[in-house]
């Protein structure tokens, strides 16, 4: 059973930081990432790094925020500068693994950006 546990969410002011981090339980993964939902909107992706270092970002975030890994420890880091309100969702981490190509999902964490 592959596990996936998220941190770091709460509450910021427009303009503040976050950094939020995301942990599996196994060590064979080929990327991991950091996805968004606002209520009443579906899921959309925020950033995702492979195994090898790869990134990509959506568009709304470019400049702002900034993922990294430590494979070692199987996590994942979503730094988040300059939030604004829009960035209010819940965050989910994805995990994918390298033997099986399946991915696995964090239970999630808040995140709310207001004044």
């Known amino acids: 059973q592959v596990q996936v546990v998220e941190s770091g969410g709460g509450l910021v002011q427009p303009g503040g930081s976050l950094r939020l981090s995301c942990t599996a339980s196994?060590?064979?993964?080929?990327?991991m990432g950091w996805y968004r939902q606002a209520p009443g909107k579906q899921r959309d992706l925020v950033a995702e790094i492979s195994k090898f270092g790869n990134t990509r970002y959506a568009d709304f975030v470019k400049g702002r925020f900034t993922i990294s890994k430590d494979n070692r420890k199987s996590t994942v880091y979503l730094q988040m500068d300059s939030l604004e309100v829009e960035d209010t969702a819940v965050y989910y981490c994805?995990?994918?693994?390298?033997?099986?190509?399946?991915?696995?999902w964090g239970q999630g964490t808040q995140v709310t950006v207001s004044s």
């Open positions: 994805k995990t994918v693994l390298i033997s099986s190509g399946s991915s696995y």
């Open positions: 196994v060590l064979n993964i080929l990327s």
